[in-house]
T-cell receptor, first 114, second 108 residues
Framework: DTEVTQTPKHLVMGMTNKKSLKCEQH?????MYWYKQKAKKPPELMFV???????INESVPSRFSPECPNSSLLNLHLHALQPEDSALYLC?????????????FGPGTRLLVL | RKEVEQDPGPFNVPEGATVAFNCTYS??????FFWYRQDCRKEPKLLMS???SGNEDGRFTAQLNRASQYISLLIRDSKLSDSATYLC?????????FGAGTRLAVHP
């Protein structure tokens, strides 16, 4: 089973709201990723977790706060977002980070910030 | 120069056509290479990994030329269902670098 699940599928929030995106995988993968994708653009890496520890932060603004509670779960906490943060947020996982392997993507959360 | 560059497209081809996508990458130390497919408003899905020896999966053939830092994808006998954006992806030590993608539209 190569499935990564994400909730919610769609999210509309105001600029003063706090919300969280959730991602889950049960493939035993030890690397998990958050990407942001704008229309007609490729995914942009935001964060990488390896063995539940933050490994890469691609200079993402602090209004995005990742969390990895355990090896199967990855959250992205959102606070005080801007309209330009509206995008598709994709979660992905791979077996490990040391040797780059195939990443499996979840279906994404489509976020609209008003 | 972008780390991964692809033909911009779009490619508009009739059913049954053969179409080829090209991709170049700038980091000679890159370790892994992939083609992903992304349908409109969906997530990227792995189409195939790319090896120096070349690899084929049905109608799809991928080639890697490390000396020229060049990757290709050939689709034979195009189907309507092949319409999508094809992303050339190159792996470094700890992350993937995505090309901007090439749009393919197959028409009847």
């Amino acid at each position: 089973d190569t499935e990564v699940t994400q909730t919610p599928k769609h999210l509309v929030m105001g600029m003063t709201n706090k919300k969280s995106l959730k991602c889950e995988q049960h493939m035993g993968h030890r690397a998990m990723y958050w990407y942001k994708q704008k229309a007609k653009k490729p995914p942009e890496l935001m964060f990488v977790y390896s063995y539940e520890k933050l490994s890469i932060n691609e200079s993402v603004p602090s209004r995005f706060s990742p969390e990895c509670p355990n090896s199967s779960l990855l959250n992205l906490h959102l606070h005080a977002l801007q309209p330009e943060d509206s995008a598709l947020y994709l979660c992905a996982s791979s077996p490990n980070l040391a040797v780059q392997e195939t990443q499996y993507f979840g279906p994404g959360t489509r976020l609209l910030v008003l | 120069r972008k780390e991964v560059e692809q033909d911009p497209g779009p490619f508009n081809v009739p059913e049954g056509a053969t179409v080829a996508f090209n991709c170049t990458y700038s980091n000679s130390a890159s370790q892994s290479f992939f083609w992903y497919r992304q349908d409109c408003r969906k997530e990227p899905k792995l189409l195939m990994s790319v090896y120096s020896s070349g690899n084929e999966d049905g109608r799809f053939t991928a080639q890697l030329n490390r000396a020229s830092q060049y990757i290709s994808l050939l689709i034979r006998d195009s189907k309507l269902s092949d319409s999508a954006t094809y992303l050339c992806v190159v792996g470094g030590y700890n992350k993937l670098i995505f090309g901007a993608g090439t749009r393919l539209a197959v028409h009847p």
